[in-house]
């Protein structure tokens, strides 16, 4: 129509941040056409889960008798803007949208902040939602989620290290040699068998220990500021995997077989906020034994 000015079409600022919720992008225009405009991210930064502990009230006094508490779930709702210029677009974002976490289960959200990098954490479906779409256009529309575990996980991070190997001794033979005129050698360096890893978050995180080669006689992982033990006995043969989670005590055999009753020294440790631990890794009699350390830098 003559004179009829038309609308510039919607870009996304160049500092913002993207979400990912399983299959679901926002704030970027998806394959499908259409756009989930982020308006706001409640419960994400700045939100600080509430507490949950035992209380016992005081007898004939005033107060309560406590415990220390523990961080309850987080809550997050996700409030934005569908954007759907055409009846595909419609068609697909009303669908999509209505079948994220609709089975129950567990997503993960990661936020790609331009200030605060990329958190994760992983999500399920709180309560319900409404959107009454029709026509194509903008809609507004809402998620609320529910984080079971309230800590958001950054990017990880892994060391690993052999068992410990005694350096060569000093040799002098400063004389005359058609080989080797003239030597000062301090030998094949050693290996202390020591792998330090380090939580840039501000929250207690859980190492995770993956353990590879043939050890006939299991091995033991130490923490060295605590003295705190791990101590496998049962033999781990050549190509097998152990997996150690300190965040649920269990460990596995190639990804599936539950071999924790095999520890019988369980001394898990946490990695605490903005610190670092070493390790030392011993395994009697093993061959190419090895140690890999992952950490989760994690914050509230």
């Known amino acids: 129509m003559a004179g009829e000015k038309l609308m510039a079409p919607y870009s996304v600022p160049s500092r913002t941040a993207f979400l990912v919720l399983g299959s679901l992008m926002f704030n970027r225009w998806t394959e499908h056409g259409f756009l989930i405009k982020v308006l706001d991210l409640k419960g994400w930064n700045g939100h600080k889960p509430g507490m949950r502990r035992n209380k016992t009230d005081r007898v004939w006094a005033p107060g309560i008798f406590t415990e220390p508490g523990q961080s309850d779930a987080r809550l ?3 409030e934005c803007r569908v954007f759907m210029p055409t009846e595909q677009a419609l068609r ?6 209505a079948a994220v976490l609709q089975d129950g289960g567990t997503e993960r959200l990661t936020v790609d902040h331009p200030v605060f990098g990329v958190q994760y954490t992983d999500v399920q479906l709180a309560s319900d939602t409404d959107g009454h779409w029709s026509v194509p256009g903008i809609y507004p529309f809402q998620l609320h989620l529910i984080a079971p575990d309230p800590k958001k996980y950054g990017q990880s991070a892994t060391g690993s290290t052999e068992v410990p190997v005694d350096g ?9 040699s058609a080989i080797a005129p003239g030597v000062l050698d301090y030998g094949l360096p050693g290996n202390p068998g020591t792998v330090t890893m380090a939580n840039a978050g501000t929250a207690s995180t859980s190492p995770v220990f993956t353990v590879t080669g043939q050890m006939p006689r299991g091995f033991t992982i130490t923490e060295t500021q605590s003295g705190r033990r791990l101590i496998f006995t049962t033999a781990v043969i050549a190509g097998q995997v152990l997996r ?3 965040g649920d005590g269990t460990v596995t055999l190639d990804g599936d077989a539950d071999r924790t009753s095999d520890l019988i020294r369980a001394e898990w440790t946490q990695l605490r906020p903005e610190s670092s631990s070493t390790w030392l890794f011993e395994a009697p009699d093993s061959t190419n034994a090895k140690l890999t350390v992952e950490v989760t830098p994690a914050w509230w």
């Open 92 to 97: 697909e974002a009303t669908n999509r949208l």
């Open 168 to 176: 060569g001794g000093l040799y002098y033979d400063l004389g005359t």
């Open 76 to 78: 997050i709702t996700i």
């Open 244 to 246: 150690l989670d300190s």
